[in-house]
T-cell receptor, first 115, second 115 residues
Framework: DAGVIQSPRHEVTEMGQEVTLRCKPI?????LFWYRQTMMRGLELLIY????????DSGMPEDRFSAKMPNASFSTLKIQPSEPRDSAVYFC?????????????FGPGTRLTVT | DQQVKQNSPSLSVQEGRISILNCDYTNSMFDYFLWYKKYPAEGPTFLISISSIKDKNEDGRFTVFLNKSAKHLSLHIVPSQPGDSAVYFC??????????????FGQGTILTVHP
């Protein structure tokens, strides 16, 4: 059974360019989460969706970041324009949220480098 | 305001001995706790969880203990194996409202198990 799939695994881009990260959650899961991991801030939640609807985007750093989930099997995180301080590993996770259980399953991550 | 704290950045243990990883939290509304393991260049992998209605949960070599009065949880690995060498994150969740399903992560502890 395939886990969470993320693409690309690595992305190197120049400052000012648009970057799009992609995620396919585990089939049947009803929630999807985007995280960013940096040395300074650790693993921080950017946004999460429940049944394709954004529930909490309070972690999105600024308007340059946007996320969509057009259907239950696909989500994107877009940065436009990108800046060097956006360099980090971005993880997507999915979950079947049920009463009393909150396990999330992570993809392998996308390592973004903005020069 | 760091609501979940792992105060030990690293831990070194001999193979076959017990590894004890610690985690403290400040938000008394947290009611579900999880441990994740992360290898380099991979996403975090769910390990074990515990609900606030319990004080212990066991799964093979892994046991999580929860002390609600002290707002402290720990992960015990017995016996430790070299393959357990990884970064371990604790995470916490609240059950209700817009926080439903969100996980707050600690900064992680690097465990090294020496042969």
């Amino acid at each position: 059974d395939a886990g969470v799939i993320q693409s690309p695994r690595h992305e190197v881009t120049e400052m000012g360019q648009e970057v799009t990260l992609r995620c396919k959650p585990i089939s049947g899961h009803n929630s999807l989460f985007w995280y960013r991991q940096t040395m300074m801030r650790g693993l921080e939640l950017l946004i999460y969706f429940n049944n394709n609807v954004p529930i909490d985007d309070s972690g999105m750093p600024e308007d340059r970041f946007s996320a969509k989930m057009p259907n239950a099997s696909f989500s994107t995180l877009k940065i436009q324009p990108s800046e060097p301080r956006d360099s980090a590993v971005y993880f997507c996770a999915s979950s079947l949220l049920l009463a009393g259980t909150y396990e999330q399953y992570f993809g392998p991550g996308t390592r973004l480098t903005v020069t | 305001d760091q609501q979940v704290k792992q105060n030990s950045p690293s831990l070194s243990v001999q193979e076959g001995r017990i590894s004890i990883l610690n985690c403290d939290y400040t938000n008394s509304m947290f009611d579900y706790f999880l441990w994740y393991k992360k290898y380099p260049a991979e996403g975090p992998t769910f390990l074990i969880s515990i609900s606030s209605i319990k004080d212990k949960n066991e799964d093979g070599r892994f046991t999580v203990f929860l002390n609600k009065s002290a707002k402290h949880l720990s992960l015990h690995i017995v016996p430790s194996q070299p393959g357990d060498s990884a970064v371990y994150f604790c995470a916490a969740s609240r059950g209700g409202g817009t926080s439903y399903g969100k996980l707050t992560f600690g900064q992680g502890t690097i465990l090294t198990v020496h042969p």
